[in-house]
């Protein structure tokens, strides 16, 4: 950990930078990164703290480090040298004042994990999952999210040319995705054609505003748990069991609006072991 003992002055910021550096190789390159990190942490708003992120993100960039956490420093934007931190494979970037995804993270191939935790983003772009073949753990939670983009699946032509065309995602590009959060958003529909993120495993759907699960997202073959909580449901695809399958719905206190859906539903969901609860208010 970086001391948080810093100064808003850029000349400390180069010679802190430079003394980081002493050890490091491949000169231009590193002058570059750090004539670009200077630029951005004079930029205005929170002098010290981007004072103290450029260090962080200097110290990744000349040690090749693969983990960087950058929680808690008022960002709202990344320097555009973020992009050659080709090592890094999980990124930290909470309680910060993100509005949307930086472009820089979009860009970035190596991310096995990511966090953007208590921002205020928005939207993603539509073609988030472009290049995220081995982002394992993505969670942007206490968000303002209102819709989620689903996996990027394609049309397949039938083999020798006949019968339906086949929907899928093939599977050098499909996202190795196993663990999902998207709690306290604003989402009102579950994103569509999760069954085809095939290695699935968590999913956290919680404190949204969804009033219905369809039935597809009981066809992801890897999912173990599911946290709808808190969410106003009133359509409920009832589990159809499959491969004795076993699923939990974590939290489950107040998963249903409707007691009647609660109810009709009930039975299926206790051959899963699954409690149900309707919302009091």
């Keep these: 950990m970086l ?15 430079q003394a980081e550096s002493s050890n490091a190789s491949g000169n231009i390159e590193l002058n570059e990164f750090r004539q670009q990190l200077n630029e951005w942490s004079q930029k205005a708003g929170y002098p010290e703290e981007r004072v103290e992120a450029s260090r962080k993100i200097f110290l990744c960039f000349s040690q090749n480090l693969e983990e960087l956490d950058l929680s808690d420093h008022f960002l709202r934007d ?39 935790d208590k921002n205020s983003i928005g939207s993603l772009p539509m073609d988030f999952w472009k290049n995220k073949v081995f982002l394992g753990k993505l969670s942007i939670q206490e968000n303002d999210l209102d819709a989620f983009p689903g996996p990027p699946v ?5 083999i020798f040319g006949r019968g339906p065309k086949i929907m899928g995602i093939p599977l050098n590009e499909a996202p190795r995705i196993s663990e999902l959060f998207l709690s306290g958003n604003k989402l009102k529909e579950v994103p569509e054609n999760l069954e085809f993120f095939r290695c699935l495993q968590n ?14 997202i009981w066809e992801m073959q890897s999912l ?8 106003p449901i009133r359509k ?13 719905l974590s939290n489950s206190k107040g ?27």
């Excluded at 001391?3 to 930078?17: A, E, G």
């Excluded at 910060?96 to 472009?103: H, Y």
């Excluded at 999913?203 to 597809?216: C, F, G, W």
């Design 203 to 216: 999913l956290q759907l919680d404190r949204n505003k969804l009033t219905e699960i369809p039935e597809s």
């Design 236 to 248: 409920f695809a009832a589990p159809q069991l499959k491969n004795n399958k076993k699923l939990s």
């Design 224 to 231: 173990g748990e599911l946290n709808i909580s808190r969410n």
């Design 78 to 116: 990344l320097p555009e040298c973020f992009k050659h931190l080709t090592s890094l494979t999980s990124l930290s970037l909470d309680a910060n004042s993100f509005t949307e995804l930086p472009s820089v993270v979009h860009e970035m191939t190596n991310l096995k994990s990511l966090s953007l």
């Design 3 to 17: 001391s948080r003992q810093i100064t808003s002055s850029p000349n400390v910021l180069q010679s802190s930078i």
């Design 255 to 281: 998963i249903f609006a409707d007691e009647g859906i609660a109810s009709a539903i009930r039975p299926a969901l206790y051959k899963w072991r699954v409690a149900v609860s309707t919302v009091s208010s």
């Design 154 to 158: 394609k049309l397949h032509e039938p």
